[in-house]
């Protein structure tokens, strides 16, 4: 069961991070975490305390920064990387399973993302790991019928050719057409070069 492999694995990770905090701690808790890694073990990062709250940033970008200059962080992130597979998909799917047909069914949103993006809720399919042995083991709770397949379909910068489509913009029309990187094709005419020289 891949949520008690996960969970064994928190309290393993959880019990090494109070060792090289000498003490127990709310890892949940930014603020805790903050005092832990900057108070107390003197971590040296260009590090501000936040306006609202008065306490120091522990953000995933921040962690990721100084992951090399104490074991202590490294170990941060892996703790809360195990925690957001577990609440966002494997604690979560069950919940989301329809009871009619036995299967989870996503919502694909067309008009939710600041960026016009399509994107995929209740679950966010779009966000599942995949680079390391976590991830590899979490597609693995997804199966189909026997004679069903799996699609993947990427709609190779399907916005831009919408957007293209809709301004008649000739250019972009002519480089999706023609096959060329559509970054490449607008970078090479606003620096007037030619397509092989956008480095």
């Given at each position: 069961n891949i949520a008690l492999d996960l969970h064994e694995?928190?309290?393993i990770i959880e019990k090494e991070i109070y060792r090289l905090?000498?003490?127990?701690?709310?890892?949940?808790?930014p603020k805790k975490v903050g005092e832990i890694l900057f108070d107390k073990l003197q971590i040296p990062a260009k590090v501000k305390k936040t306006k609202t709250n008065?306490?120091?940033s522990t953000s995933e970008d921040l962690l990721q920064s100084i992951k090399d200059k104490h074991p202590i962080i490294p170990l941060l992130l892996d703790y809360r990387g195990i925690k957001k597979l577990l609440g966002t998909?494997?604690?979560a799917f069950p919940l989301l399973i329809n009871k009619e047909t036995g299967k989870i069914h996503t919502s694909f949103n067309q008009a939710i993302t600041a960026t016009g993006r399509l994107s995929s809720s209740?679950?966010?399919?779009?966000n599942i790991p995949i680079r390391d042995e976590l991830g590899k083991e979490m597609r693995k709770v997804f199966s189909v019928e026997d004679g069903y397949y799996f699609l993947s379909a990427d709609y190779s910068q399907v916005e831009l050719r919408?957007?293209?489509?809709?301004?008649?913009?000739e250019n972009m029309i002519e480089a999706f057409k023609s096959?060329?990187?559509?970054?490449?094709?607008?970078?090479?005419r606003i620096f007037n070069?030619?397509?092989d020289e956008v480095d």
């Amino acid at each position: 069961n891949i949520a008690l492999d996960l969970h064994e694995k928190l309290s393993i990770i959880e019990k090494e991070i109070y060792r090289l905090a000498e003490e127990e701690f709310n890892i949940n808790s930014p603020k805790k975490v903050g005092e832990i890694l900057f108070d107390k073990l003197q971590i040296p990062a260009k590090v501000k305390k936040t306006k609202t709250n008065k306490q120091y940033s522990t953000s995933e970008d921040l962690l990721q920064s100084i992951k090399d200059k104490h074991p202590i962080i490294p170990l941060l992130l892996d703790y809360r990387g195990i925690k957001k597979l577990l609440g966002t998909y494997i604690e979560a799917f069950p919940l989301l399973i329809n009871k009619e047909t036995g299967k989870i069914h996503t919502s694909f949103n067309q008009a939710i993302t600041a960026t016009g993006r399509l994107s995929s809720s209740n679950p966010n399919l779009q966000n599942i790991p995949i680079r390391d042995e976590l991830g590899k083991e979490m597609r693995k709770v997804f199966s189909v019928e026997d004679g069903y397949y799996f699609l993947s379909a990427d709609y190779s910068q399907v916005e831009l050719r919408i957007m293209a489509h809709l301004a008649q913009d000739e250019n972009m029309i002519e480089a999706f057409k023609s096959g060329k990187d559509i970054h490449q094709a607008t970078a090479a005419r606003i620096f007037n070069l030619p397509l092989d020289e956008v480095d």
